[in-house]
């Protein structure tokens, strides 16, 4: 009872955090669905701006474009107004996430968590720490961030409200020898995940590299029976540049999922179908506000029902 109100209330928080990029994309929609008579290459036209002008990215429109026209085909649908569900459908096919995409929180695992500073990267690993405990799992924090003035103060007071354990050093201390620290104590508490803090400095690559290079060596040689995850956070006010920034990490290192924050009052939600299209890397997460609750599992379903102002009952 408790998770279906939670999830209850992170949906009505989803759709008010949504409320811009709704006004922006499906304002545009509901005038395309009657503004025409019949479904013509302009109708399809049309609906393809939107999309674009709403951050969801060439290819995803491409993808969802070329979806609604064969639902439109195979159904035999003549008028537009009826095109709205198939819409709501061909969006969320394209942004389907597998349950086998969160493997990495039934096995023994570490996850690694990049991202430029800014875009809520520390507070992202707080609130994933406090869903994964809610979970029933063993969590430790490493606070790899060392190159930043209080990362590992941030970190520590997430940790504190999260109440897992966090391993950490002196500030432009050795990140790698911080890790090395955090595996040998997430070993000793036999710990189910153990989630590293890295420092995300995309304007200096080749250190980036070197850096989660070094730190993923001493994974391998000290825990190389651990499930990996990398997850990159973005942050959804900034759009197509967040997705650039996916593009840039994912040249570095192996990027196996996408943490989307600041989705509540930006009018670029789209981005979150741009992503998983573009790069071929499922959208996992996606945060709505700053309490601990409001970093939740990435739902298709319950994304399009809000962007489309569907009823919370309904989701």
């Known amino acids: 009872m408790g998770e279906v109100k939670e999830k209850k209330g992170f949906f009505r928080r989803l759709k008010e955090g949504l409320t811009k990029t709704r006004s922006s994309i499906i304002s545009g929609f509901d005038s395309a669905f009657t503004a025409y008579s019949e479904i013509d290459d302009d109708f399809y036209e049309e609906i393809e701006e939107i999309l674009i002008m709403g951050d969801v990215g060439i290819q995803a429109t491409t993808n969802i474009i070329n979806d609604l026209r064969e639902k439109v085909e195979d159904k035999r649908i003549r008028d537009p107004r009826k095109c709205r569900e198939l819409l709501m459908e061909s969006i969320r096919d394209e942004m389907k996430v597998d349950n086998a995409d969160y493997e990495f929180e ?35 924090l490493a606070a790899a961030d060392t190159f930043r003035a209080a990362a590992s103060e941030q970190l520590t007071e997430w940790a504190r409200r999260a109440q897992v354990p966090i391993i950490s050093g002196k500030e432009g201390a050795d990140p790698a020898s911080i890790v090395y620290d955090a595996i040998a104590s997430a070993k000793s508490r036999d710990a189910d995940i153990l ?6 400095r995309l304007h200096n690559k080749k250190n980036l ?7 993923n060596r001493i994974i391998d040689s000290n825990y190389p029976e651990a499930f990996r995850e990398t997850l990159v956070v973005l942050d959804g006010t900034t759009g ?7 593009k840039e990490f994912q040249a570095v290192t192996p990027v196996s999922g996408i943490i989307l924050t600041k989705l509540d009052g930006t009018a670029k939600g789209g981005i979150a179908v741009a992503i998983h299209s573009e790069i071929g890397i499922p959208v996992k997460y996606i945060g709505v506000g700053e309490s ?24």
């Open 292 to 315: 601990i609750d409001d970093l939740q599992k990435f739902d298709a379903d319950a994304f399009v029902k809000a962007l489309f102002d569907v009823n919370a009952e309904e989701a």
């Open 195 to 200: 989630i590293i803090d890295t420092a995300g």
């Open 106 to 140: 039934n096995r023994k695992s570490v996850v690694l968590v990049v991202g430029v500073n800014g875009v809520g990267k520390t507070t992202s690993i707080g609130k994933l720490a406090g869903i994964l405990k809610d979970e029933g799992k063993s969590v430790v």
């Open 209 to 215: 590299m070197n850096e989660l290079g070094k730190i």
């Open 240 to 246: 197509q540049n967040a997705l650039a920034q996916a």
